[in-house]
């Protein structure tokens, strides 16, 4: 999990309430991720940015938001909008989203909304 | 569209016995091919890749892979499995510029 920090590791909320995820890199890479992880389901990418004020969705970007500011973090939101909110979330940074580079994951947030 | 398939949800061995976790994938170019380890609410972490070269691709904690093309697949495998490799593999391929596109996930358990 090196060079890539997530916080909180667990997180919950109301339902209806917006909740801002945190990843930082100091790898010094430009593109950044994040997935969603659902039991079964393996990894869906929600969206990614291959450099600072420029971001794509992915293919499960319905209810999120994202910003990138600097390099070196790229904040979640996943707003009251999402239908099903719950589940554990990965960012991932790469040195570029071009093909070939291999991604690096933080630990995870695993969100919880009641 | 690109797409990479995990036939098996589980695999179960014993330890000291070699391991095989496949993958197999659809791409219309050449393909980029990863495998991740996940261990229980934790990150994945990357234990190698085939970008081009020799099909026999080594990497992280004594697993290798094997990239074949006319069969489409990328199965991971390791001569003398550890209890300690127990955990969710996953495959990953992706062409130029794109993202990973990951499978559904493989769980290995590994028994003494």
């Known amino acids: 999990d090196g060079g890539i920090t997530q916080s909180p590791k667990y997180l919950f909320r109301k339902e209806g309430q917006n909740v801002t995820l945190s990843c930082e890199q100091n790898l010094n890479h430009d593109a950044m991720y994040w997935y969603r992880q659902d039991p079964g389901q393996g990894l869906r990418l929600i969206y990614y940015?291959?450099?600072?004020?420029?971001?794509q969705k992915g293919d499960i970007a319905e209810g999120y938001s994202v910003s990138r500011e600097k390099k070196e973090s790229f904040p979640l939101t996943v707003t009251s909008a999402q239908k099903n909110p719950t589940a554990f979330y990965l960012c991932?940074?790469?040195?570029?989203?071009?093909?070939?580079?291999?991604?690096?994951f933080g630990p995870g947030t695993r969100l919880t909304v009641t | 569209a690109q797409s990479v398939a995990q036939p098996e949800d589980q695999v179960n061995v014993a330890e000291g016995n070699p391991l095989t976790v496949k993958c197999t994938y659809s791409v219309s170019g050449n393909p980029y091919l990863f495998w991740y380890v996940q261990y229980p609410n934790r990150g994945l972490q990357f234990l190698l890749k085939y970008i081009t070269g020799d099909n026999l691709v080594k990497g992280s904690y004594g697993f290798e892979a094997e990239f074949n093309k006319s069969q489409t697949s990328f199965h991971l495998k390791k001569p003398s499995a550890l209890v300690s490799d127990s955990a969710l593999y996953f495959c990953?391929?992706?062409?130029?510029?794109?993202?990973?596109?990951f499978g559904k996930g493989t769980t290995l358990s590994v028994s003494s």
């Open positions: 940015s291959q450099i600072v004020n420029d971001f």
């Open positions: 991932a940074s790469s040195i570029s989203v071009h093909s070939g580079y291999e991604q690096y």
């Open positions: 990953a391929v992706n062409q130029a510029g794109t993202a990973l596109i």
